[in-house]
């Protein structure tokens, strides 16, 4: 068995402050409205919070865009309120992890208001900084958000700096020792502040293939992904374990990281036992149906890939380390709306999707709403739409030959949007998320879908969510559920997941129904207890018919169940 962390056993749950909860009804969510509903996440049983950038920024990427990481940006309060936060999450048991964007600044930073003064200074060295093919970028590698990578430096006529993102985000030369002593530097200072550790931003791009030559195009325009950059970049390792043994380690940090595309013979060496994050995210679910060409080309995802997806990965991984199991964050659509299709769209079938991802094997992360079950928004126009990436493959789309009307049920299926909305606490005037207009429209469900309705109700999706944490931390089941061997079960079934989790003292058996119509599942087992139920009422309660050898589970329409065998 793998050797026992501190943070195994909790769940942690990801705040996008921006749209979390606004205490002075500016419209924009802040810290003091955080702090005010640490009691709400302490009561769900969070024991790990991560939050999105809360750090100085011109929002060109919504925070993801840092000009100053010694300073809190005022939208969101003041440094005195991150400490305050910081010391009311320590009373409660609360550990806080930060965001950390260290791929790139912003264009505003005062490192790169040097390097535009003096490109051949110390500061021009911070960054990407080449020269161009008679006034053509340096190579052919496309931007995340769309267009190059290089970006002309204002007053030169062949001088070009690296984005891997927007332009007004540019890279970090971590080839520079300069610039990583400043990282380390700046993450030491945030551990001494209190915080238990972060979530490491788009990490995987800090290393580059320094050939800077063009690859084979992908797209008309050209240009080829970052991906295919990436595959050929070599020795991001030497970065990351220095960062761990100069920042990390020596406090023991909890580090998380955003890893797309990295090598899966390289996990080991991600979060093995010297591994150099704590863990990383399981994307494994969310790559599928994507397409090289944009949202426009993408196919719709069964929950039967789902499951396909999470039991590849748990294969490969869970005897190295614990990836971090999600259905959705702020880059991604609703879970619900994305892996459920239309008829298991309810209660029951949220209860059902959630009941999957947590009692899968891993680190469970919820993003904030999704223990509510908010759902994707219904987007009438573009002009509702902020999001940067969102806006780009709306352009794609476009120039694709996709009308406006085509264009936009596109990007609404899987824009960043859909999960930046506020947060519904309430029916009452803008979801009970802030006094004032919020920066981004509310979903139209809140009278339907938030906190206070689903508090007092115990056959809520909340309450069905409080009922899987608390199993992490359940005195008789919280070691199987924690580091239990996940093995499929009943593989070859449509519209079904199962699996065990096999742990030392108990075997418990994982039955989803994915589908409207009754089925009957025989189980070579008997069964001792019914441990989960997504259906509450008496009325509904599990059929068992036990035989020579075995057990019939009788499922109703979209049941989830997890069994003591
Ligand atoms: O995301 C990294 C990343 O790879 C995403 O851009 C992803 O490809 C895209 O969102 C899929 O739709 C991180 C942050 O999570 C994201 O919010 C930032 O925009 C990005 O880094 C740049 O910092």
């Known amino acids: 068995m793998m050797k026992k962390k501190w943070w195994h056993g909790k769940t942690a749950y990801q705040i996008y402050p921006k749209s979390f909860m606004d205490a002075d009804g500016d419209g924009i969510g802040d810290l003091k ?24 920024s011109p929002f060109v990427d919504q925070g993801y865009d840092i000009s100053d990481y010694y300073a809190i940006d005022p939208s969101f309060g003041s440094m005195d309120d991150m400490e305050c936060l910081l010391k009311e999450a320590k009373k409660r048991g609360i550990a806080i992890v930060m965001d950390l964007v260290v791929n790139h600044c912003s264009d505003q930073h005062a490192w790169f208001q040097a390097a535009l003064k003096d490109p051949f200074g110390k500061y021009g060295k911070y960054f990407y900084i080449k020269e161009g093919k008679n006034g053509k970028p340096p190579c052919n590698w496309r931007s995340y958000f769309g267009g190059s990578v290089w970006e002309k430096l204002p007053g030169y006529d062949n001088l070009f700096y690296l984005h891997m993102f927007a332009r007004e985000q540019p890279d970090l030369n971590w080839e520079n020792p300069e610039v990583r002593q400043e990282i380390y530097r700046m993450i030491r200072w945030w551990l001494d502040k209190g915080i238990a550790g972060f979530r490491l931003d788009a990490i995987i791009n800090i290393k580059k293939d320094l050939r800077f030559a063009d690859l084979p195009a992908d797209r008309d325009d050209g240009m080829c992904s970052p991906a295919a950059m990436l595959a050929q970049a070599d020795g991001i390792h030497a970065f990351l374990q220095e960062m761990k043994q100069e920042a990390f380690a020596p406090y023991e940090a909890f580090t998380i990281g955003e890893l797309f595309d990295f090598r899966e013979e390289e996990l080991e060496r991600y979060i093995g036992e010297d591994g150099c994050f704590e863990s990383i995210f399981d994307f494994a679910p969310h790559m599928l ?27 490969v991984s869970q005897r190295i380390g614990m990836m971090a199991n999600i259905i959705e964050n702020h880059d991604e659509p609703r879970g619900v709306s994305r892996y459920l299709p239309e008829c298991g769209r309810d209660e029951t079938g949220k209860k059902l999707l959630a009941g999957i991802s947590l009692m899968s094997f891993g680190l469970p992360f919820l993003y904030q709403g999704q223990e509510i079950g908010m759902t994707n928004k219904h987007f009438q126009s573009i002009r509702e739409v902020d999001d940067i990436n969102t806006l780009d493959e709306y352009k794609v789309a476009l120039e694709h030959g996709f009308g406006e009307e085509e264009a936009l049920q596109i990007i609404s299926g899987m824009s960043r949007d859909n999960a930046r909305t506020p947060m519904q606490w309430s029916s009452g005037i803008h979801a009970g998320f802030s006094s ?11 009278g339907e879908i938030n906190v206070e309705e689903q508090e007092g109700r115990a056959d809520s999706v909340l309450s069905f969510y409080k009922e899987l944490i608390a199993l992490r931390t359940d005195p008789e089941y919280a070691m199987t559920v924690v580091y239990g061997l996940q093995e499929p079960f009943g593989r070859d079934m449509a519209d079904f ?15 989803a129904n994915c589908r409207a119509k009754e089925r009957e599942v ?22 068992i018919r036990p035989f020579e050898g075995g057990s019939r589970v009788v499922m109703k329409g979209w049941q989830f169940l997890t069994l003591e065998v």
Do not use: M
């Open 33 to 56: 409205g955080i702090t005010g509903k640490l009691d709400y996440l302490k009561e769900l049983g969070i024991g790990i919070v991560w939050i999105s950038p809360v750090y100085q």
């Open 522 to 543: 025989e189980v070579l087992h008997t069964v001792r207890r019914v441990v989960l139920n997504n259906y509450v009422e008496p009325a509904d309660c599990v059929r």
């Open 289 to 315: 149906g994507a397409s090289g060409r944009g949202w426009y080309d993408r196919t719709p995802v069964s929950l039967d890939e789902f499951r396909d997806a999470v039991f590849e990965s748990k294969a």
């Open 436 to 446: 004032g207009a919020p920066w981004l429209a509310e979903n139209e469900n809140y």
């Open 497 to 511: 997941t199962g699996f065990y989790r096999k742990g030392t003292k108990h075997t418990l058996l994982v039955l």
